[in-house]
């Protein structure tokens, strides 16, 4: 039985991530006949092709296959209304343009078109693109034979700019902030590195270290008066805590708190253990040697540096949005054993509809502590009224002795427009810091554009030229409940796609470029020829070849032992392929499968330890294990073997 015709109303899609299959409306009520059944066989391109003949089953990544279908709803609507019998051979520059028209007008009228879509008077010029780019592979599908009709005609790169710029300009918009559109949201990979390196340097700091020793004190029972005691004296007299550090005899109380004087000693020890802790010290430091608190404005000064630092940890690592992280509270968690905060899930909590982080791990939960360690109040263990948003900004003098209650009412939760000050903020710091050419890569960060960020770095989580801490944070984590409890479903994978299409050509490029020799496999050899069977005239002609390279290519999955690069039309040679369903079950690859496979490749720099690994885990197998005929054992041998010939190669 055929899962899917021609004919049909619907296609069964088997997305080849989830192994779910979906149904897919593929009715075209706006095309005529002609282009209605052109459409779906575009749509099978797009999938790769039937997966068996026999079944005409169909395997795609479901979102991809969805955003295709709305642009080739798009231009069967058009076409059916403008050309309903002119095929796309026959197109030239006059269609073409008519075409990016009505798409950059929003002229072309659907059935199924939101409302609210409807009153857009221009579209962005990413989105644009993306149609034209879909229109100029018909003919790449057609001159190969798998559609019977596609589009001849060559359009050159700046196509869509030489119609539309003056237009676009006579609307009075600004046409060079149009053309960079989603750029502006997206931060540039090595500004979201920068961003997060600084970060991490700041929670990683020995000042910070004590600013968590010194407020652990302060919510202790050796607890003493920042006005009167630690950074003021009474009367003006030299506060008794610097007497203390000082090595002076501290004088008598007359009158008050008589225990003051072993208060001050008992503060001051319980400092050098909690920052002994901290630092990892065997022996805890004299507090005369690392006490450089200066007052309290200087205490408010490194405490909101920190706090800007953990919002950009929390922004980079998470895709968590603006509104959502200012109504985390610190008592929506348990923190296990691992360090993990886990999101009680006997909480009724809503936000108002808005989502809540289910865990926070890894870098995350390093920030998440440090935000709970800086206040004078108890952040946790407080009750639904009194309970404190993690980013309460509870470290000010005037907050010691308070209650939680108080804190709560006076409303020191950060706002949404405070995030967007203070990131902005942390970013100029930055250019002071390591100069203007930064400004020149990205002028301005917003907080949306760290969606992005967090998709980038879980894809590149085995990428040596990733930050080790970056590396470690993600390492175990991508797929689990951990990473996907962050993002909802909506417009995320969207944004997971378009990092990992960047991704894929930024490999590429590597593969043929100065990076060459640290690629080896078999997928990099396929590339490398592939490049080699044209003469390239200008970079130009390079770039646009491996742009269209990419689209060859179903999806990229990173392993820490190397790259699985699945190439659309060879998915069904894959070693992980699901004889049942005809479709890789990529999730579930390992070094016994990738490593002879033909979608593998691996780079030296970040996959070289993780495979000199495996080889010594198998041989330390093999001279142990007893039994030395079995099945077991033979598995061990034939992977000892491929694994130091990939280890050769990469030498």
């Not at 798009?74 to 197109?91: F, G, I, M, V």
């Not at 608190?293 to 980079?316: P, S, T």
């Not at 990419?550 to 690069?565: A, V, Y």
């Amino acid at each position: 039985k055929l899962v899917n015709k021609l004919t049909d109303d619907v296609f069964k899609i088997t997305d080849n991530i989830s192994g779910e299959v979906i149904d897919l409306d593929v009715a075209f009520p706006d095309a005529n006949n002609y282009w209605r059944i052109w459409g779906k066989q575009l749509l099978i391109r797009v999938c790769g092709g039937y997966v068996s003949p026999n079944t005409q089953a169909l395997s795609a990544r479901f979102s991809t296959v969805f955003a295709k279908l709305i642009q080739v709803k798009k231009l069967t609507a058009w076409a059916t209304k403008y050309h309903p019998d002119r095929p796309l051979t026959q197109w030239g520059e006059t269609e073409c343009s008519s075409y990016v028209n009505a798409l950059a007008f929003n002229e072309i009228e659907q059935t199924d078109n939101h409302e609210r879509f409807k009153r857009k008077k221009l579209l962005a010029f990413h989105s644009i693109k993306k149609d034209i780019t879909l229109l100029k592979t018909t003919g790449k599908y057609y001159r190969k034979g798998f559609l019977n009709d596609g589009l001849l005609l060559h359009l050159p790169k700046n196509f869509i700019q030489t119609v539309l710029k003056q237009k676009v300009i006579d609307m009075e918009v600004d046409y060079v902030e149009w053309l960079k559109g989603d750029s502006l949201a997206r931060i540039p990979l090595e500004i979201s590195m920068v961003l997060l390196s600084e970060a991490i340097e700041i929670l990683r700091h020995s000042s910070t270290h004590l600013l968590q020793a010194y407020f652990r004190a302060q919510r202790g029972e050796f607890k003493l008066s920042p006005h009167s005691v630690v950074f003021h004296g009474q009367e003006g007299l030299e506060p008794r805590l610097q007497l203390y550090i000082k090595g002076d005899t501290l004088r008598k109380r007359q009158g008050g708190d008589k225990n003051l004087n072993s208060k001050v000693k008992q503060f001051a020890k319980k400092i050098e253990r909690e920052y002994a802790k901290l630092q990892g010290l065997d022996k805890a430091l004299p507090i005369s040697d690392i006490f450089t608190l200066k007052g309290g404005v200087h205490v408010n000064e490194l405490c909101l540096e920190v706090y800007n630092a953990c919002m950009i940890v929390f922004l980079c690592l998470t895709g968590i949005r603006v509104h959502e992280l200012s109504n985390v509270d610190a008592d929506d968690y348990d923190i296990k054993s691992d360090g993990t905060w886990m999101f009680r899930t006997n909480i009724n909590k809503t936000h108002l509809g808005l989502s809540e982080m289910r865990s926070m791990s890894g870098l995350v939960a390093e920030a998440a502590m440090i935000l709970n360690d800086l206040s004078y109040v108890p952040k946790r263990g407080q009750t639904d009224e009194g309970s404190m948003p993690l980013f309460a900004q509870s470290f000010r003098s005037a907050h010691f002795g308070a209650t939680p209650s108080d804190i709560k009412t006076k409303k020191l939760g950060i706002s949404t427009g405070n995030i967007r000050k203070n990131v902005q903020g942390f970013y100029e710091n930055l250019i002071k810091k390591h100069g203007e050419h930064l400004r020149q890569i990205c002028e301005s960060i917003i907080p949306h554009g760290f969606r992005h960020c967090f998709a980038d770095f879980a894809i590149r989580r085995f990428d040596g030229d990733v930050l080790e801490a970056i590396r470690q944070h993600y390492r175990h984590r991508v797929g689990s409940p951990f990473t996907s409890s962050y993002t909802d479903s909506k417009g995320f994978d969207d944004i997971s796609q378009g990092a990992e299409r960047r991704y894929i050509k930024e490999l590429l490029q590597r593969m043929v470029g100065e990076d060459a020799g640290d690629f080896t496999g078999a997928m990099a050899l396929h590339i490398r020829h592939e490049v080699s069977k044209v003469a390239f005239r200008s970079p130009e002609e390079l770039d646009e070849f491996m742009n269209d390279l990419s689209n060859d290519f179903d999806s990229l999955i990173p392993h820490e032992f190397g790259f699985c690069l699945v190439l659309t039309k060879t998915k069904h040679l894959s070693k992980c392929l699901d004889k049942k369903t005809g479709v890789p079950n990529l999730l579930n690859g390992c070094f016994e499968l990738c490593s002879g496979c033909h979608h593998s490749f691996r780079s030296k720099k970040s996959n070289y330890d993780s495979v000199l690994r495996n080889v010594i885990s198998h041989q330390d197998f093999l001279d142990r294990f007893p039994l030395k005929n079995s099945q077991h054992f033979k598995v061990s041998e034939r992977l000892v073997e491929r694994g130091n010939k990939i280890l050769d190669a990469m030498e």
